[in-house]
T-cell receptor
Framework: DAGVIQSPRHEVTEMGQEVTLRCKPI?????LFWYRQTMMRGLELLIY????????DSGMPEDRFSAKMPNASFSTLKIQPSEPRDSAVYFC???????????FGQGTRLTVV | QKEVEQNSGPLSVPEGAIASLNCTYS??????FFWYRQYSGKSPELIMS????GDKEDGRFTAQLNKASQYVSLLIRDSQPSDSATYLC?????????????FGTGTLLAVQP
């Protein structure tokens, strides 16, 4: 398996634009997590899915953020409209039931100017 | 939101010394504990997992868990410059209906040649 795949690796966008981040989890994994990492706040859990169903989105900072998982092999995190304070590295991670630990994708470095 | 706390460091140790990294967590029902290593600009990678009280050794790494004190630690023996990275403690919020994987902010380790 190629691991967790995220795209794009880097994204630079202007304030107010819509940004969509993509993730393909490891095949067979039941859980998918979206994290945001900044120097100030570390690695924050935004939302996670179990069997494609959103379980907890309490970490999503505000309504500008939304996430979907239309099937077991694909998830998106959308920011609309984007703001400079959204600049961070966004990681997607997946794991299987009972495994405990998660595997991370390479991350998307988002810069909003 | 359950809390996982780590000293941000940097923790500086000479090559060949033992590096000791510490983590405390607030949720008494947490069941699974992990240490991830993150090199600058890279994604977190799992290096140790521990589920029971006591010590678990893997090569130069030893994880220690004390559930009564809600304390997890990682010892790195014979530290090498290649061990210089940020070490993230993660706790699985497994006790209730959720299975969130929550991270501390990480400790930066610098091994001096």
């Amino acid at each position: 398996d190629a691991g967790v795949i995220q795209s794009p690796r880097h994204e630079v966008t202007e304030m107010g634009q819509e940004v969509t981040l993509r993730c393909k989890p490891i095949s067979g994994h039941d859980y998918l997590f979206w994290y945001r990492q900044t120097m100030m706040r570390g690695l924050e859990l935004l939302i996670y899915f179990n069997n494609n169903v959103p379980i907890d989105d309490s970490g999503m900072p505000e309504d500008r953020f939304s996430a979907k998982m239309p099937n077991a092999s694909f998830s998106t995190l959308k920011i609309q409209p984007s703001e400079p304070r959204d600049s961070a590295v966004y990681f997607c991670a997946s794991r299987s039931m009972g495994q405990g630990f998660a595997f991370f994708g390479q991350g998307t470095r988002l810069t909003v100017v | 939101q359950k809390e996982v706390e780590q000293n941000s460091g940097p923790l500086s140790v000479p090559e060949g010394a033992i590096a000791s990294l510490n983590c405390t967590y607030s949720d008494r029902v947490s069941q699974s504990f992990f240490w991830y290593r993150q090199y600058s600009g890279k994604s977190p990678e799992l290096i140790m997992s521990i589920y029971s009280n006591g010590d678990k050794e893997d090569g130069r790494f030893t994880a220690q868990l004390n559930k009564a004190s809600q304390y997890v630690s990682l010892l790195i023996r014979d530290s090498q410059p290649s061990d210089s990275a940020t070490y993230l403690c993660a706790v699985d919020d497994y006790g209730g209906a959720t299975n969130k994987l929550i991270f501390g902010t990480g400790t930066l380790l610098a091994v001096q040649p």
